[in-house]
């Protein structure tokens, strides 16, 4: 059984839908990406997931339980969490103050501790910094590190280089990979179409709210629809 299952999920903002019934799987241990264009229904997907829209119809389930059924902050304690597009930290408190808010479902200290170890371990920049206040280059770190101090099974990253140098998108890229070697499954979207396949396993392409295409990451890369769409070429 897949660890995340979209069926025929329906979203409308008013009366406008966004999305018209899609579906889709990522099981444990994948890295799934969500191409398309702007406006394609990539964000409001990952927004379902969390329970930040309410869909029209439709089921999302994640490790055999109905996500509908929950409010977004029980999704994070079954083990969703989000970095969202734009990071949204909050610039009036420190690295570290805004990473604890992500362990707001986690009880133990010691487990809290262990963790912050670890995304220190992944973002030496965030320890170097961890008692100046958020901002600067280490925002999409910072968001990614409290999203995972959440100790999530399921990892949703929306958009992580937008916005970056080269360099620390390379360096977010890596970070991502080794997130999920240590057994984090991840849904990323993300415009940078081509560093996203390379990293994933899998990949699905939205246009217009629909799934138009699903395959392997190598075989979506090699297809000369989504070359000429979203690589360029």
Do not use: C
Request: proline letters at 3%; aromatic letters at 6%.
């Amino acid at each position: 059984m897949a660890l995340l299952e979209i069926e025929n999920l329906h979203v409308s903002y008013g009366s406008v839908e966004v999305l018209h019934g899609i579906s889709l799987h990522v099981d444990e241990g994948e890295i799934v990406t969500l191409l398309g264009a702007n406006g394609a229904g990539k964000s409001t997907t990952l927004l379902s997931i969390s329970r930040l829209v309410n869909p029209r119809e439709g089921r999302i389930t994640f490790d055999g339980k109905n996500l509908l059924d929950y409010e977004s902050y029980q999704v994070v304690g079954l083990g969703v969490a989000q970095s969202p597009e734009g990071r949204r930290v909050f610039g009036t408190m420190t690295v570290q103050e805004n990473l604890m808010l992500g362990a707001f479902q986690v009880h133990s200290e010691t487990i809290k501790q262990n963790t912050l170890e670890w995304i220190f371990q992944l973002f030496p920049r965030l320890l170097e910094r961890r008692s100046q206040m958020a901002g600067g280059g280490e925002q999409q770190m910072l968001a990614m590190g409290r999203a995972l101090m959440a100790q999530p099974r399921l990892l949703l990253l929306d958009e992580p280089s937008l916005g970056l140098a080269p360099l620390l998108v390379k360096s977010i890229f890596r970070t991502i990979r080794r997130i999920s070697e240590q057994g984090v499954t991840v849904l990323l979207v993300e415009q940078n179409a081509r560093a996203a396949l390379k990293l994933a396993s899998r990949g699905y392409v939205l246009e217009v709210g629909n799934v138009v295409m699903e395959d392997t990451a190598k075989g979506l890369l090699a297809n000369p629809r989504v070359q000429k769409a979203y690589l360029g070429g």
